[in-house]
């Protein structure tokens, strides 16, 4: 595991395709995203391996439902017994992961195909144990930012303490820049570009550090560039 800032903890035994994270704070530590299906078990040799015992995991929260974001969430759950939280509008993606399709309606077929027969991307269905809500505290010291678009109910979480965000896909950081999520897997661009605009000019001043579902953090400066990357996407719109 590689540490980010103090407190957060990247689980990089899993590779550089998505990124999932550990938050320790008083009670224990949270799991932030599970990665692939196919990473459950590697998640949980880090744990064991950087020294935490499985008990110690008080929660598990997910940004949202996507294969590589959520597929390892059911044997996580299994494993470490720990509640797991979505939103409240992203329960029934959790409970029905077929739910889940591609923007792109010629992926659509094959995404099926994926999704049903390969152990990668085949996600197993879990009931969310806790609804979370916009603006919403938990006792990790985050607040919940609903921020939808890349799903319906995408969230992103704010350390106003600790000036961290953690955005999962609500944007990334792919190739040295920051960037809207994929296109083909994000059926609703509008609430997408809104979403940033709510990171930029709501809670752009709260943070400085920044950790992606994909791509680098970035560890300063990180609402500044929000900010910027919001002023261009708006600009253009006009
Ligand atoms: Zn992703």
């Known amino acids: 595991m590689k540490q980010i800032i103090p407190g957060l903890w990247e689980i990089n035994e899993i590779g550089d395709d998505v990124h999932c994270y550990v938050w ?8 932030i995203d599970a990665g692939f299906p196919t990473d459950a078990a590697t998640i949980l040799n880090a744990l064991t391996t950087h020294g935490y015992a499985l008990h110690q995991v008080q929660r598990i929260i997910v940004t949202h439902v996507d294969v590589d974001h959520s597929g390892g969430l059911a044997a996580l759950k299994r494993a470490t017994r720990a509640p797991v939280a979505c939103h409240a509008v992203e329960k029934k993606f959790l409970e029905n992961p077929k739910l889940r399709q591609p923007a ?3 992926l659509r077929p094959a995404y099926w ?17 806790e609804l979370l809500v916009d603006g919403q505290s938990l006792p990790e010291g985050f607040t919940v930012i609903h921020t939808p678009g890349h799903t319906p109910g995408h969230i992103s979480l704010l350390h106003k303490e600790k000036r961290l965000l953690i955005t999962g896909d609500a944007l990334s950081n792919r190739d040295g820049q920051l960037r809207q999520p994929i296109h083909l897997y994000t059926p609703d661009e509008r609430n997408t570009i809104r979403s940033i605009w709510k990171l930029a000019k709501k809670y752009g001043n709260d943070y400085d550090a920044i950790v992606f579902g994909h791509g680098p953090p970035i560890l300063q400066n990180g609402g500044k560039r929000i900010t910027a990357l919001a002023s261009q996407i708006f600009s253009q719109e006009i």
């Open 24 to 31: 320790e704070w008083a009670d224990g530590i949270t799991l």
């Open 104 to 106: 792109a309606y010629y």
């Open 113 to 129: 195909f994926l999704t049903s027969f390969t152990s990668k991307y085949r996600m197993r269905a879990v009931v969310p144990d």
